[in-house]
């Protein structure tokens, strides 16, 4: 067995649902996320230090991801009471930030310098050190989402032989390390 099978084996064992290698040629690059995110649906536009318009340029973050070769992606599955179960989306939000953290200090040996995305905001601080205009209180854990970065998750689910619906009553977060061959 390979390494890179035995992450992604390491990341089941720590609570990831499903987790595999691909190759980053694969993974589906749209800039047209960036718009989304303006839109500011979920409020943390300009105002997290890992959210767009502060995470950077669009088509330069595409670039930067696009220099790695290998992605480890990941996903977590989590039960809803209903699909209008707002607080267990925000639950397992907070179970996907605290599985991304588990898996970034596993990936935090792969050659070169890693580049971890997860899921929606960065969720490591209660309120983002933006709002009081201060600098970041954790640069070495926080973590920009994978929309943020131009990808297409639906996609990259798909090309990661995973599901991004789960069936109902559920709700799926995605994550993924960028890594360089050895």
């Known amino acids: 067995m390979n390494a890179w099978n035995q992450l992604a084996e390491r990341a089941v064992e720590l609570g990831a649902f499903r987790?595999?290698?691909?190759?980053?040629s694969e993974i589906t690059f749209d800039r047209s996320f960036r718009d989304i995110c303006a839109s500011n649906?979920?409020?943390?536009?300009?105002?997290?230090w890992m959210c767009p318009p502060d995470t950077g340029d669009i088509?330069?973050?595409?670039?930067?991801?696009?220099?790695?070769?290998w992605a480890l992606v990941y996903q977590t599955v989590s039960p809803l009471e209903d699909s209008f179960?707002?607080?267990?989306?925000?639950?397992?939000?907070?179970?996907?930030s605290?599985?991304?953290?588990?898996?970034?200090?596993?990936?935090?040996q792969l050659p070169g310098s890693?580049?971890?995305?997860?899921?929606?905001?960065?969720?490591v601080c209660a309120v983002c050190a933006k709002a009081s205009n201060e600098p970041c209180r954790h640069p070495e854990q926080a973590m920009a989402s994978l929309e943020a970065y131009g990808v297409n998750v639906s996609e990259l689910a798909s090309a990661s032989g995973m599901k991004y619906i789960n069936g109902q009553n559920t709700v799926t977060y995605f994550g993924a390390v960028f890594f360089q061959e050895a």
């Open 19 to 24: 987790a595999g290698v691909i190759s980053v």
């Open 41 to 48: 649906a979920c409020g943390n536009y300009g105002r997290c």
């Open 59 to 69: 088509d330069t973050l595409m670039a930067q991801a696009r220099s790695y070769d």
């Open 85 to 96: 179960d707002f607080e267990g989306m925000m639950e397992a939000a907070h179970r996907h």
């Open 98 to 108: 605290q599985l991304s953290q588990q898996i970034g200090q596993l990936c935090g």
């Open 114 to 123: 890693p580049l971890h995305l997860g899921a929606g905001g960065c969720h």
